[in-house]
């Protein structure tokens, strides 16, 4: 896969991808793809939907090869959850 040479900083590369979801993607989405992932080219607002974001990225570059990547998950404020959850308290 081809190296993404960028500027932009990963604070930079969010701002841009929500701002674009938010503004121009969410709306043209199917609330019945909820749970899937749109992965975004923060420089060109393509963006590709996929039930994964490896998958969702892998076909953004297919078609933009040097695209700087932001993913949503449809319908979901966080992206993916870091841990095995809640602790348990006793």
């Given at each position: 896969?081809p190296?993404t040479?960028t ?11 929500d701002?674009l979801y938010?503004?121009k993607?969410?709306?043209q989405?199917?609330?019945a793809?909820?749970g ?7 420089l060109s607002?393509?963006?590709?939907v996929a039930a994964?974001?490896s998958l ?6 297919t078609?933009?090869?040097n695209?700087?990547t932001?993913?949503?998950r449809?319908?979901?404020r ?5 841990g ?5 308290v006793?």
């Amino acid at each position: 896969m081809p190296e993404t040479a960028t500027t932009l900083s990963p604070e930079e590369i969010a701002a841009r991808g929500d701002k674009l979801y938010h503004e121009k993607i969410e709306d043209q989405l199917d609330p019945a793809l909820a749970g899937q992932v749109v992965a975004i080219d923060v420089l060109s607002g393509d963006f590709s939907v996929a039930a994964n974001a490896s998958l969702a990225v892998r076909d953004l570059r297919t078609r933009k090869p040097n695209a700087v990547t932001f993913g949503v998950r449809i319908g979901s404020r966080t992206f993916a959850r870091i841990g095995r959850g809640p602790r348990k308290v006793k």
